[in-house]
């Protein structure tokens, strides 16, 4: 049977990187998004407000997904707005669909903050869980907006009898622009600005998040797993933590980041010192330098989100994750952390100019196709540069 996916959130770094790899493993493939990303041609756009059920009615009129996957959301002022917009995003996209029939698997993307509380209590002392965390932890005694998702998909697939799947990274790290959650993006601009004021590039967490252990989720695993969970028998009505699968310490990365962009790493000190307010005046500074090096994107709101990364290195506790789960159940695929880290700033130096390009004598080619990798090493042969392909679109 042919297998058609609708993803909700396609312009996201989650759905971005999901259509990529549900493309190329042959699926007929919609996203769905307020302002749906046209640079996949594969890809077919579906623009709509989740939030009007007319609208998302309309839109969807002939499409017959067999599967759904849910990873956006939008911030709001307070939980309990949040509680109410997001749930009712998620309960409108399954009341347009549920007429069809045609819906098979739903999964649903949240996050650490199912263990970790919501915004407004996020790492709270009272409310904070044993690492590492563990699918059967229970739900917080809090208001908190994925729960609210949650119990959305289990109504909807007791009324239509499709089988779902909640999945939770810790932060994901990957390629997109102008999205609310990236911590990588944020870091490489960040590091570029330091390079180019001679500034040091400065811990912005806490002790406990710079001596403890970590680990993130590269937005190329996650999309594995979504299509793992989705069509895998026993991973049907299940929740998954999903992360690489290494651990590491900030103390180190943070070290090896600054290498990688020439600056002076300066560790924890003594207290905090947010990056929100190290970034608070560099609008005018990036601006500065996307035009000295002809870069994509001048407006720094678009490609940094301090405040988030803020959230994640200023917890009180180290947060890592455990995945024996799905191991049990057979997904084996892992990540090397700074290789997330490493191939994604490559990929902003080389490929799309949203950082300033390093100096480097060898070149990173993110290409499926190896005929590609040759054509691009003869084009830049000329500048001395070798070419090393890399796997970022299989």
């Known amino acids: 049977?042919?297998?058609?996916?609708?993803?909700?959130?396609?312009?996201?770094?989650?759905?971005?990187?999901?259509?990529?790899?549900?493309?190329?493993?042959?699926?007929?493939?919609?996203?769905?998004?307020?302002?749906?990303?046209?640079?996949?041609?594969?890809?077919?756009?579906?623009?709509a407000d989740l939030l009007d059920l007319e609208n998302l009615k309309l839109a969807l009129k002939g499409v017959r997904p067999t599967h759904v996957y849910i990873t956006t959301w939008m911030r709001n002022e307070t939980e309990k707005e949040n509680i109410r917009v997001n749930g009712l995003m998620v309960r409108n996209i399954l009341d347009a669909l549920s007429a069809n029939g045609s819906v098979e698997h739903v999964a649903l993307v949240t996050g650490l903050k199912h263990y970790l509380g919501p915004f407004e209590a996020y790492a709270k002392?009272?409310?904070?869980?044993?690492?590492?965390?563990?699918e059967e932890h229970p739900r917080l005694d809090l208001e908190n907006f994925y729960y609210a998702q949650e119990d959305e998909v289990y109504a909807a697939a007791k009324r239509d009898g499709f089988t779902w799947s909640i999945h939770r990274p810790h932060t994901v790290i990957g390629k997109v622009v102008g999205n609310a959650m990236n911590m990588g993006t944020t870091l490489a601009v960040y590091a570029s600005i330091c390079k180019e004021q001679g500034r040091p590039f400065i811990w912005p967490g806490s002790a406990a998040q710079w001596n403890g252990l970590s680990d993130v989720t590269d937005a190329r695993l996650l999309a594995q797993h979504l299509i793992w969970a989705s069509t895998t028998d026993a991973a049907r009505n299940e929740a998954f933590n999903v992360v690489?699968?290494?651990?590491?310490?900030?103390?180190?990365l943070w070290?090896?980041?600054?290498?990688?962009?020439?600056?002076?790493?300066v560790g924890y000190g003594t207290h905090i010192e947010p990056l929100e307010r190290e970034m608070a005046n560099?609008?005018?500074?990036?601006?500065?330098?996307?035009?000295?090096?002809?870069?994509?994107?001048?407006?720094?709101?678009?490609?940094?989100?301090?405040?988030?990364?803020d959230l994640d290195l200023g917890r009180p506790i180290e947060?890592?994750?455990?995945?024996?789960?799905s191991r049990k159940l057979g997904f084996l695929v892992y990540q090397d952390t700074e290789d997330t880290f490493y191939e994604l700033f490559d990929f902003y130096n080389?490929?799309?100019k949203k950082i300033p390009a390093k100096q480097n004598r060898w070149m990173e080619v993110y290409s499926a196709s190896t005929k590609d990798c040759i054509n691009y090493a003869r084009m830049v042969s000329s500048q001395r540069i070798q070419v090393r392909c890399s796997p970022y679109f299989r």
């Open 282 to 309: 560099d609008a005018g500074t990036w601006h500065k330098i996307a035009d000295k090096y002809k870069l994509k994107e001048n407006q720094l709101s678009r490609v940094a989100t301090a405040w988030h990364t």
């Open 350 to 352: 080389y490929r799309c």
């Open 1 to 47: 049977m042919k297998k058609i996916a609708l993803i909700v959130g396609s312009s996201g770094i989650i759905g971005s990187n999901l259509a990529a790899e549900l493309i190329s493993s042959r699926w007929e493939t919609y996203g769905l998004a307020r302002n749906p990303n046209t640079e996949n041609s594969d890809l077919k756009p579906i623009a």
């Open 255 to 265: 070290k090896r980041i600054a290498d990688y962009f020439g600056v002076e790493a």
């Open 319 to 325: 947060v890592m994750t455990n995945m024996s789960k």
């Open 244 to 252: 690489n699968g290494d651990v590491f310490r900030w103390s180190r």
């Open 125 to 134: 002392e009272g409310f904070l869980p044993e690492t590492p965390l563990r």
